[in-house]
């Protein structure tokens, strides 16, 4: 197509490595329909970004992309089946869940799952009993036999994350 | 300083802060608006958390179990720092319950990050006035077009207000234009009610993907848009598919400082695909032209007239 500037570069990049991220991606995802729509997407964000980059190690840069979008993708996976599950049991409850409230529940569980992925195991556990199960810290000390002052670290560090991820989008 | 403020936020979530310490936190916070941005961010966090009811609760669950369950060798480097450049981008406004004035120059695209955490981007040559006041957030969009990533807060709507109407999110991304032939609002997440200015009953809800116009006679061109595409402007870019060569002209013009002359007329049944770079509207014009077989012809004063070659 003439007349798409930014597409330049981004189609040499394609052209020379594209099977190589594909590889790439199926290797890690073990699904070839989901390695060629990750693959797609890698180059559409490249295409969106291309005027402010300059590239020097093209598959570094592209698996760089590429591994943030496959962890978006698990990710939304995840939310999806989370919310379907949690709808089904509220359902059972007969209770009714709009459209509006789904789309918002969503959301809220994929910045949630964001700021807890990027979390060690004990810090994620923590965090999980003192604001969704409502423990105090020192309860939770005792549960998972730890001080307070790691309890308060785990918090704190949740909380750093959540900041991390609210400056990231 | 992130972390200052979630140390903060651990301090006080143990309910052991005491007077000294509340002072102390009073005196960080204002040292700089920075401290302030990244505290409201923890805030706008814990809220969303106690907002949450049954159903997210349970969603939580779900998914942190699998997570624990599940091995993560796929993608490994899951703590993947996501500290992203995002510090340069951030402007940040006045304090709270004032009413602060943006705006654009033409061919200007700005980040806005207001106090109560909502980002506002605006478009080339648009002007806002902003109130955030205890009960209430709203933007008075004077002209031009911007898009909000909106911070939640239940019990404050955000409203983007034109003469035309107001569009209140309930949700948290959208965009509203304002331009001669009314107000035109697009949804990228969640929902927007939109209401008309002199016909408070008329009011409707958008979804995601959506558009409509408000007019003086209600609301108008219901639509689907390919809602990525429509915020693409808030990273530089338009991006067209088939579009009339004279829409994508008027688009891009309004990118530049010196006005460019062409005859609609001329142009017409001539469509082009491709993206354009709006932060070089000169670079967008002449791939256009190269698309659309168009010739360009400079005049001395800046002025660009474009007709077929």
Known sequence: MPGAIAAIDVGSLYDQHVDWLRAWLRRRTRCPHRAADLAQDTYCRLIEKSAELR???????????????????IRRRDVERAILDAQVLHAANGEEITPERIVEAAQFLDTVLRVLDSLPEQARETFLLRRIEGLAQSDIAERLGISISTVKRHIAAAYAACVTVAYAD | MIETAANWAARFDSEEASDADRAEFVAWQSAHPSHRAAWNAIRAFD???????????????????????????????????LLVAGWSMLHFAGSADETARYQTARGQVKTVSLEDGSDLVMDTDAAVTVALTRSERIVDLARGQVFVHVAKAPDRPFVIRTADGTATALGTAYS??????GTRVMVTESHVRICPADLPNACRTLGPGEQARI??????????????????????????????????LSEIARYRKHPIRFDPGQLLGRNVTGSYPLSDPDRALSGVADAADLAIARQSDGTLVIGPR
């Open chain 1, 55 to 73: 590239i020097e190690t093209p598959r570094t840069f592209l698996a760089t992309v590429a591994r943030r979008l496959l962890v978006d993708d």
């Open chain 2, 215 to 248: 007019t003086s006679s209600g609301v108008v061109g219901f639509g689907r848009i390919d809602a990525a595409r429509a915020s693409l402007w808030t990273s530089g870019w338009l991006e067209v598919d088939d579009r009339p060569v004279v829409e994508v």
């Open chain 2, 176 to 181: 509203v234009r304002r331009d001669s032939a």
């Open chain 2, 47 to 81: 809220s969303s958390l106690d907002a949450a009811g049954d159903l997210e609760h349970a969603a939580l669950r779900r998914a942190a179990q699998a997570r624990l369950t599940r091995r993560r060798t796929a993608t490994g480097g899951f703590a993947a720092a």
